[in-house]
């Protein structure tokens, strides 16, 4: 058996919706993935150790720092510029560059629904045919009656933080615009009434 510490030098801290994924085969290692907003490379970590594939940007020069040195000690034979500083209204890569995309809790930090579809957007345009956008994000599903809005679709939880908020209606509005289909149905964790995540996985083309 292998204890914390093993588990963790394996597969990092990666998001348990995330390896589900996995488990289910639906991410594979012979897949380009693109971590938008990869942080210090949480999720990337067993996947870059595993031999994948995997490119990486955030807005923070730090956090790309971050998941660069992650790379060197777990996969060194992946390029640098692979992690990149960029903002995800605006990726800097071609149409249908990845078949798996990562969004993990990104969305939430929109201003306003213009700027949560644009970056919506841009990690769908990025999507190859037959791929996957995994997006774990806050929404008010279950938690209606504890949030309070501050203005559109931003909202004040009651753990004291402000987060744009989706609900079934919006993702379930904008999988059909995009003209994808659910993975999953959509599956949310309410956190002791103090906030809700979203997972939400749907594939780009028939299946």
């Known amino acids: 058996m ?3 510490q093993e588990i963790a030098a394996q597969f990092g801290h990666i998001d348990i919706c995330l390896f589900d994924q996995l488990q289910r085969g ?3 290692l012979d897949m380009r993935v693109l971590d938008a907003g990869c942080g210090p490379g949480r999720n990337a970590h067993y996947l870059m150790r595993a031999g994948a594939d995997v490119h990486g940007i955030d807005s923070d020069p730090q956090q790309v ?4 040195a992650l790379a060197r ?4 034979a992946l390029p640098e510029a692979n992690f990149q500083v960029a903002d995800v209204t605006n990726l800097p890569f071609a149409d249908a560059s990845f078949d798996f995309v990562i969004s993990s809790a990104v969305l939430h930090f929109a201003d306003h629904e213009r ?3 644009t970056m919506l957007g841009e990690m769908w345009r990025v999507v190859s045919a037959g791929g996957v956008l995994f997006a774990r994000l806050a929404s008010s599903i279950g938690i209606e009656d504890r949030v309070v809005r501050s203005e559109g679709r931003r909202f004040t939880l009651p ?3 402000d987060r744009f908020l989706v609900d079934e209606a919006y993702l379930l509005r904008l999988t059909a615009e995009l003209g994808g289909r659910l993975l999953d149905p959509l599956k949310t964790t ?3 009434g103090m906030r809700a ?4 996985v749907i594939g780009k083309g028939s299946g």
């Open 2 to 4: 292998h204890g914390p």
């Open 26 to 28: 639906r991410l594979t």
């Open 65 to 68: 720092e971050q998941i660069r």
């Open 73 to 76: 000690a777990v996969a060194p």
């Open 115 to 117: 700027h949560f579809e």
């Open 159 to 161: 753990d004291g933080t």
């Open 190 to 192: 309410n956190v002791q």
């Open 197 to 200: 995540m979203t997972t939400w």
